[in-house]
């Protein structure tokens, strides 16, 4: 064990060092547990997210800080169920097994040979705005920042699963990754993904994110990059893909990402399509502004839907005018939206609200579900004009 | 004196031998030491600590919760089980909450 860096902690009252030094101290845990895997390197340039929490690692940004349509790294959120060490690419692999006929063993170079594409995708992690849900909701307290866009390159999932001949019964795809939990009793981070969207053209495994390989702590070497769905179907790490006949059946996919159905909500289905939502970047809220002409902006997204409208509100949603969409986008990016705003002196509520393809409209208030998910209530910002 | 009622637990990270990891910024989590307070810091043998105690629930979500980490190999017996509910329940209840 190393010292704590920070003294202060020392001088203010006791340290706490977790893992190995509190499992050796007697607490009864078993040998499984006393088995830390090992924690992630230090993230140097990571200094601008918020930590929501340290292990595992859950970083999000700052909405002020989202400010570019591809998100830099050092903006990028972080949401990891277990954190796991780097892993080496020389030696990574990747296993195809389950319902088919040729299981396979596969290396990078395999996948290199592959058609590679590239696409901006919008990983939004499905608890983002979990802290704004009343009662609190059950989970890392998420504000707005566990949201971001980025270029992944990589092959397609359905040239890589072709190698193994999936049989006629395969109709779900679970991803395993290389982050296991700290017991053996805990449950494994696996979720599926049914194989229509498995096998759809811009479902990936990535190697590439931002032009370069794919960082350690947003999974590299290969992540899964399943675009539209909540980010925890994009599994990190990658190392093993289950082909099924039914949903994976654990933790992470019959309780955790769960939400209640919104026809029947006595039963609860395990959440895939990202809702259609939309934040406003600037102003920023409690803003002082200049009286004049500004323009308000901010990203939308839609999931498995595509966009079909913004609405802005000045007047805190009492009425709406259409804002429009500006800039570079793809099928599964969030879009730029601005409206222009003669700002007249006073306190106003910005408000902004998305439609897409599915016929889905940002709601005025989401009910509350045990572990606070679906959060896409329309973003007010309060701003003073003088 | 509030500052005196609190222990600091330290979210640094340290790994079986390796290398000790303060991701982003290293920070603290004030750990109010009321009686009770000592069964949290088993929670860190496999989280840390603002994990726990981001989370507010009533007794029906506390109780879940212990239930799920026990099964999940937290090491905290039946005889202390009744003391650190009261501790969660005591500082991180949410009055609207289960």
Same mark, same amino acid.
């Given at each position: 064990?190393?010292?704590?860096?920070?003294?202060?902690?020392?001088?203010?009252?006791?340290?706490?060092?977790?893992?190995?030094?509190?499992?050796?101290?007697?607490?009864?845990?078993?040998?499984?547990?006393?088995?830390?895997?090992?924690?992630?390197?230090?993230?140097?340039?990571?200094?601008?997210?918020?930590?929501?929490?340290?292990?595992?690692?859950?970083?999000?940004?700052?909405?002020?800080?989202?400010?570019?349509?591809?998100?830099?790294?050092?903006?990028?959120?972080?949401?990891?169920?277990?954190?796991?060490?780097?892993?080496?690419?020389?030696?990574?692999?990747?296993?195809?097994?389950?319902?088919?006929?040729?299981?396979?063993?596969?290396?990078?170079?395999?996948?290199?040979?592959?058609?590679?594409?590239?696409?901006?995708?919008?990983?939004?992690?499905?608890?983002?705005?979990?802290?704004?849900?009343?009662?609190?909701?059950?989970?890392?307290?998420?504000?707005?920042?566990?949201?971001?866009?980025?270029?992944?390159?990589?092959?397609?999932?359905?040239?890589?699963?072709?190698?193994?001949?999936?049989?006629?019964?395969?109709?779900?795809?679970?991803?395993?990754?290389?982050?296991?939990?700290?017991?053996?009793?805990?449950?494994?981070?696996?979720?599926?993904?049914?194989?229509?969207?498995?096998?759809?053209?811009?479902?990936?495994?990535?190697?590439?994110?931002?032009?370069?390989?794919?960082?350690?702590?947003?999974?590299?070497?290969?992540?899964?990059?399943?675009?539209?769905?909540?980010?925890?179907?994009?599994?990190?790490?990658?190392?093993?893909?289950?082909?099924?006949?039914?949903?994976?059946?654990?933790?992470?996919?019959?309780?955790?990402?769960?939400?209640?159905?919104?026809?029947?909500?006595?039963?609860?289905?395990?959440?895939?399509?990202?809702?259609?939502?939309?934040?406003?970047?600037?102003?920023?809220?409690?803003?002082?502004?200049?009286?004049?002409?500004?323009?308000?902006?901010?990203?939308?997204?839609?999931?498995?839907?595509?966009?079909?409208?913004?609405?802005?509100?000045?007047?805190?949603?009492?009425?709406?005018?259409?804002?429009?969409?500006?800039?570079?986008?793809?099928?599964?990016?969030?879009?730029?939206?601005?409206?222009?705003?003669?700002?007249?002196?006073?306190?106003?509520?910005?408000?902004?609200?998305?439609?897409?393809?599915?016929?889905?409209?940002?709601?005025?208030?989401?009910?509350?579900?045990?572990?606070?998910?679906?959060?896409?209530?329309?973003?007010?910002?309060?701003?003073?004009?003088? | 004196?509030?500052?005196?009622?609190?222990?600091?637990?330290? *979210? !640094? @990270?340290?790994?079986?031998?390796?290398?000790? $990891?303060?991701? =982003?910024?290293? +920070?603290?989590?004030?750990?109010?030491?009321?009686?009770?307070?000592? *069964? !949290? @810091?088993?929670?860190?043998?496999?989280?840390? $600590?603002?994990? =726990?105690?981001? +989370?507010?629930?009533?007794?029906?979500?506390?109780?879940?919760?212990?239930?799920?980490?026990?099964?999940?190999?937290?090491?905290?017996?039946?005889?202390?089980?009744? +003391?650190?509910?009261?501790?969660?329940?005591?500082?991180?209840?949410?009055?609207?909450?289960?």
């Amino acid at each position: 064990m190393r010292p704590a860096p920070d003294t202060q902690l020392s001088r203010r009252g006791f340290l706490i060092a977790t893992g190995s030094v509190v499992a050796a101290s007697g607490l009864g845990l078993g040998p499984a547990a006393a088995q830390q895997p090992p924690a992630p390197p230090p993230v140097p340039g990571k200094e601008r997210l918020i930590v929501r929490a340290s292990r595992p690692i859950n970083l999000e940004a700052r909405l002020a800080d989202l400010t570019a349509y591809h998100t830099p790294e050092e903006v990028f959120f972080v949401r990891n169920n277990y954190d796991v060490g780097p892993l080496d690419p020389a030696q990574w692999s990747l296993r195809i097994e389950g319902e088919v006929d040729n299981p396979v063993v596969l290396r990078l170079e395999d996948l290199r040979k592959l058609p590679a594409f590239t696409q901006d995708v919008t990983l939004e992690c499905a608890g983002n705005g979990r802290s704004f849900h009343t009662p609190r909701a059950s989970g890392i307290q998420w504000q707005h920042g566990a949201v971001g866009t980025q270029a992944f390159r990589g092959v397609r999932l359905a040239d890589v699963l072709a190698l193994a001949r999936p049989r006629p019964t395969a109709q779900h795809v679970a991803f395993d990754g290389a982050d296991k939990p700290p017991t053996a009793q805990a449950p494994d981070f696996i979720r599926s993904v049914p194989l229509w969207k498995a096998v759809s053209p811009p479902t990936m495994l990535a190697l590439e994110m931002g032009g370069k390989p794919i960082p350690h702590l947003h999974g590299g070497p290969v992540r899964a990059i399943v675009p539209g769905f909540v980010g925890s179907a994009s599994i990190k790490w990658l190392e093993r893909i289950l082909v099924r006949t039914d949903e994976f059946d654990g933790f992470y996919m019959k309780s955790n990402y769960t939400a209640p159905r919104v026809d029947n909500d006595k039963e609860i289905y395990s959440l895939q399509s990202l809702e259609v939502k939309s934040l406003i970047v600037g102003p920023t809220e409690g803003a002082k502004l200049a009286a004049g002409r500004l323009t308000i902006w901010g990203w939308a997204w839609a999931g498995e839907g595509e966009l079909t409208g913004i609405d802005v509100s000045t007047d805190g949603g009492q009425t709406w005018t259409p804002g429009r969409f500006a800039g570079k986008w793809d099928r599964y990016s969030w879009r730029k939206f601005e409206h222009d705003w003669d700002a007249r002196p006073g306190t106003h509520t910005l408000m902004a609200r998305a439609t897409d393809s599915l016929g889905r409209v940002q709601p005025a208030s989401r009910a509350f579900n045990r572990l606070g998910y679906r959060w896409n209530v329309i973003h007010a910002v309060k701003v003073d004009v003088a | 004196m509030w500052r005196r009622s609190v222990g600091a637990v330290a *979210l !640094v @990270l340290v790994a079986t031998g390796s290398a000790a $990891v303060a991701p =982003a910024s290293a +920070q603290e989590v004030p750990i109010p030491q009321t009686p009770g307070w000592e *069964l !949290v @810091l088993r929670c860190v043998i496999c989280h840390s $600590v603002e994990i =726990a105690v981001q +989370q507010r629930f009533g007794p029906q979500g506390w109780s879940e919760t212990l239930d799920r980490m026990i099964k999940y190999g937290a090491p905290i017996p039946p005889e202390d089980r009744v +003391q650190l509910m009261t501790y969660l329940l005591r500082h991180y209840r949410d009055p609207n909450g289960r």
